[in-house]
């Protein structure tokens, strides 16, 4: 365990390095989160009532932009690429660990980084905003604690989903192909594109099956004060589900994969 | 230590001629050809040797080592290090060896090296005494101490590759594996890498296979040699052996004063004759060097005199022809 930590953190040290790339990721992410709000606002002043707030939208799209580095599924290592295409995995075959809660720690380390470096500037920005812009503290502190642990799950799960996509690299030699296709529907199904709650009803049963929203969506509308009650509970047993089922399924599919691993040349 | 019984692998390499027809045809079936990249290899190494594995580019030595080191699953075949099955005890086997892959990197790039020695610390479970004392040794004798705290990304090649070599050895592995360890090293770090290499064999003894395709390595450091040449054991004996067997001829040169008369002894051919300089080629099963130089100091007033075995490149480079590989 204490190797796993000792990944986890390196690779967390490592990656508090890049300010500037953390820098200009906030600028982008300030912009984004005003024209997803502006599109809204548009889009509530012309149309009825629908079946999330304005207001709680808001709350979404900024916790969303804050916690990109959580949630996105896009997000690529270059490094496990490289380990995977150029076979600098050699090394980490001859280290006495298994090879899926390696990586794991190396990812979750990577996106903690990259979210410690940008959440807290973007929130700042983003509450003294003025209306309807800005983002409203939650509802009581029961919310905001079921949002943090609701959030931290879906942390892993979405770790857990990168890892696969690299497996998937195993057979594919490319990393091309598997993050883009998990990656526009990964972020549609996780209401990053359209929100979950203005869906039909159809698509939004199968949000609720499939394993991305509980990352980039649920968290944050528990932080709104969308989703309340019960619904919390379930959610959250939801992703402990889906967050064993990962780890089952990815240790078994790694290993599997690993008997066919090919490290040529040199 | 190391037992090597009929370890066989092959890969599946994909093949397509030049152009676009060809290209398409691929698409539609793909062409490919299987390569044995080791053939019924066996081979038993004791603790403490040092062994120099040897062959030209392709001929299955990294394969053999990462199938040692338990990256690659042979398609059949036996290997036992230390009573252990590499490939399906790993995580149990690597605990007990040191691997360096010349081509590739295990340090993190853009951390300081010591964050690299810092995290194999806990991945081998290394106990803070052991560690102290192998940083304390590999410091001295790898000369490393001053750039720990330097990143990766700023140190020249002699400085990683010496950082890389240390990191394999953190954990005091009873088995090294050594992957073409000096490619791209100055005259200084090689005989510095060699050195500590043997220092590490005498006094750990620790067991080292080493593959390279720099001779004067093997040549300084192993008293064994395996040769491998299209995936197959080719020739595994003692250097000192080999050397006696391959290196018929021994060359002399004399340096002396003018000399116009045209010089002849027995048995011995002259490849180069100049006024104040003569090569000979001596094929030392039939005549004696000694015999030789007696009749040179008889015709000639030496200056200085000069015999050579022929340089070890050259042996491989025979062997290499006469197993047509």
């Known amino acids: 365990m204490k190797a796993y930590y000792a990944y986890f953190k390196l690779s967390l040290l490592k990656n508090l390095q890049y300010k500037t790339a953390a820098l200009a990721g906030m600028a982008t992410q300030l912009f984004f989160g005003m024209v997803f709000i502006m599109i809204f606002e548009a889009f509530y002043s012309l149309s009825g009532p629908q079946p999330i707030g304005f207001d709680q939208l808001v709350q979404v799209v900024w916790l969303q932009q804050a916690f990109l580095s959580f949630i996105m599924l896009w997000q690529r290592d270059s490094e496990l690429n490289d380990m995977i295409v150029k076979g600098q995995i050699a090394y980490e075959l001859v280290r006495p660990n298994k090879l899926f809660p390696f990586w794991y720690f190396k990812l979750l380390g990577q996106r903690l980084a990259g979210g410690l470096l940008r959440f807290f500037p973007i929130i700042a920005i983003a509450i003294f905003l003025p209306e309807p812009y800005t983002l409203k503290g939650p509802e009581s502190w029961m919310t905001l604690v079921w949002s943090l642990v609701s959030l931290t799950l879906g942390l892993l799960v979405i770790v857990g989903i990168s890892m696969l996509i690299y497996i998937s690299i195993f057979y594919t030699l490319s990393p091309m192909g598997s993050f883009l296709l998990v990656g526009v529907f990964g972020e549609f199904f996780a209401g990053l594109t359209i929100p979950i709650p203005l869906m039909p009803q159809w698509l939004q049963t199968l949000c609720f099956i499939l394993p991305f929203r509980y990352g980039g969506d649920l968290p944050f509308r528990i932080y709104a004060g969308h989703i309340k009650g019960s619904d919390i509970v379930i959610g959250l047993a939801m992703q402990v589900t889906w967050l064993l089922l990962i780890w089952l399924g990815g240790s078994w599919w790694m290993n599997k994969s690993l008997k066919r691993v090919v490290v040529q040349g040199g | ?325």
């Open chain 2, 1 to 325: 230590m190391i037992h090597v019984e009929n370890l066989n692998k092959s890969f599946k390499v994909s093949k397509r001629a030049q152009g676009i027809r060809a290209a398409i045809g691929s698409f539609i079936k793909p062409n490919f050809e299987t390569i044995e990249a080791v053939r019924n290899l066996s081979f038993h190494i004791d603790p403490g040797e040092i062994v120099g594995y040897i062959g030209p580019n392709g001929a299955g030595k990294s394969t053999t080592i990462k199938m040692m080191s338990g990256i690659l699953v042979p398609d059949s075949g036996q290997c036992l290090i230390d009573g252990k099955n590499p490939w399906k005890q790993r995580v149990d086997h690597v605990k007990n060896i040191g691997v360096v892959f010349g081509q590739r990197s295990q340090l993190w790039w853009d951390v300081p090296v010591v964050d690299s020695f810092e995290l194999l610390k806990n991945i081998y479970k290394i106990e803070d005494k052991t560690y102290k004392n192998q940083m304390e040794l590999l410091g001295d004798s790898l000369a490393i101490g001053d750039i720990l705290t330097t990143p990766v990304r700023q140190l020249s090649l002699g400085q990683r590759m010496r950082c890389e070599i240390a990191a394999s050895l953190l954990h005091d592995p009873k088995v090294l594996f050594l992957d073409e360890p000096t490619i791209g090293l100055d005259a200084v770090s090689k005989l510095g890498v060699r050195k500590f290499i043997k220092t590490l064999n005498r006094e750990k003894n620790t067991t080292v296979i080493l593959t390279t395709h720099d001779m004067s390595d093997i040549d300084a450091l192993a008293n064994r040699m395996l040769l491998i040449g299209k995936g197959q054991l080719l020739l595994d004996g003692s250097l000192q052996d080999i050397k006696k067997q391959y290196f018929k001829e021994k060359t002399v040169i004399v340096d002396h004063f003018e000399n116009k008369k045209v010089l002849k002894i027995p048995g011995v051919t002259c490849k180069e004759q100049e006024i104040n300089r003569s090569v000979f080629s001596v094929p030392v099963n039939q005549v004696k060097v000694s015999d030789v130089i007696q009749s040179l100091a008889r015709d000639l007033e030496i200056i200085d005199i000069e015999v050579t075995n022929p340089d070890v490149e050259n042996l491989v480079v025979d062997l290499y022809k006469e197993y047509n590989i």
